[in-house]
C-alpha cells in the first residue's frame, strides 16, 4: 500500500489530483461486498471548513449538511485531531 500512495504522490498533478485519488482508494480499500463507502476530506482553516476531496457526490452531500449544522464526525475529527467512528447508521 505504501508504494501505491508513493505512486499517487508522484504521478498526481496537483494536490487536489492526489486527495481525490486518495479517498478513492480509500474506499475501495475498506470496503465489502454489498456495503457502500463515501469517503470526504475535509479541511478546517481560519475557522472555515471545506471539503477539497470526495470520493462521490453522496460523501460530498454529507459534508455540506455537517457544515451547514455546524456539527458533525468530520467537524469533530478536524477539531480534536482524534479519530471519530461512525457505525453505519443505516441498521
Known amino acids: 500500500?505504501?508504494?501505491r500512495l508513493q505512486d499517487m504522490v508522484l504521478e498526481s498533478q496537483d494536490v487536489k489530483?492526489?486527495?481525490?485519488d486518495?479517498?478513492?482508494v480509500s474506499v475501495s480499500e475498506f470496503?465489502?461486498?454489498?456495503?457502500e463507502l463515501?469517503?470526504?476530506?475535509t479541511l478546517l482553516?481560519?475557522?472555515?471548513?471545506?471539503t477539497v476531496a470526495s470520493s462521490s457526490a453522496h460523501a460530498r452531500?454529507?459534508?455540506e449538511i455537517q457544515y451547514?449544522?455546524?456539527?458533525?464526525?468530520c467537524l469533530s475529527a478536524a477539531r480534536s485531531g482524534e479519530t471519530v467512528h461512525v457505525r453505519d447508521f443505516l441498521d
Open 1 to 3: 500500500m505504501s508504494d
Open 38 to 41: 463515501w469517503c470526504g476530506i
Open 61 to 63: 452531500m454529507m459534508d
Open 68 to 73: 451547514d449544522l455546524n456539527e458533525g464526525p
Open 45 to 50: 482553516r481560519d475557522r472555515r471548513v471545506v
Open 22 to 24: 486518495l479517498a478513492h
Open 31 to 35: 470496503s465489502e461486498p454489498g456495503l
Open 17 to 20: 489530483d492526489f486527495l481525490t
